[in-house]
């Protein structure tokens, strides 16, 4: 899934089925994740191909967070509702991560940090169901 129908060319020209969604647009990921049917989800989102201004740090990457949370839920439901058990998931050196501590949601998936780069284990059964209603 890519936003730009320019890199859909990109995309195709490495062997994927490219598809042209915003991935903050939670209907839209749905469409794409139960069309394809994937056994394994990747989660690459960003908006940092125009990043230049190291001063305004957290305006340049405002999307880029949203698109790692907001866009990561909506894979996540995405995920559970076409049934895949596996999710690579791209962050930048551990800023991000959810974990399962005392204080923590546990309905939300458990994530397990190694380099730059998450495992995610999507949960099945009732959870699921809960985080699609």
Known sequence: MTHSSQRAAAVQALGAEPVVADGLDRAAVRAAVLEAKPHILGHEMTSLSGFTNFKNFDHEFELTNRQRTEGLDYLVEAACEAGVRRMVVQSYGNWFERSRGP?????????????????????SGDCCKKRAA
């Open 103 to 123: 204080h923590q949601d546990r309905s939300r998936p458990a994530v397990c940090s190694s380099g730059s780069h998450h495992a995610v284990e999507v949960p």
